[in-house]
């Protein structure tokens, strides 16, 4: 079994910033994908982004040049930095471990972007 736990999350005005983390732990194989994924209300759950463990990343297209993902192998933990936030970011941040075509979540936690 693998739990993730992410953190970091909060209230942020427009133009700030937050890092969330997500730490893994179980049965965590050396071949994987992380990735942060998000969900609004009333809206279904998106990627918005994803980073292998060579360390290649995906974006979505709405969060390029804002946020930035990385891993710490060692340490099984990914982060994501998101920087100029808007509002249109609001929502409850989910944390994916896939690894041999089995995914893995976490509980998520919010961020909220308000003045």
């Known amino acids: 079994q693998v739990q993730l736990v992410e953190s970091g999350g909060g209230l942020v005005q427009p133009g700030g910033s937050l890092r969330l983390s997500c730490l893994a732990s179980g049965s965590i194989f050396s071949i994987n994908t992380m990735g942060w994924y998000r969900q609004a209300p009333g809206k279904q759950r998106e990627l918005v982004a994803i980073?292998?463990?060579?360390?290649?990343?995906n974006y979505a297209d709405s969060v390029k040049g804002r946020f930035t993902i990385s891993r710490d192998n060692a340490k099984n933990t990914v982060y994501l930095q998101m920087n100029s936030l808007k509002p249109e970011d609001t929502a409850i941040y989910y944390c994916n471990l896939n690894q041999y075509g089995v995914g893995y979540w976490g509980q998520g936690t919010q961020v909220t972007v308000s003045s």
């Open positions: 980073i292998y463990r060579s360390g290649n990343t």
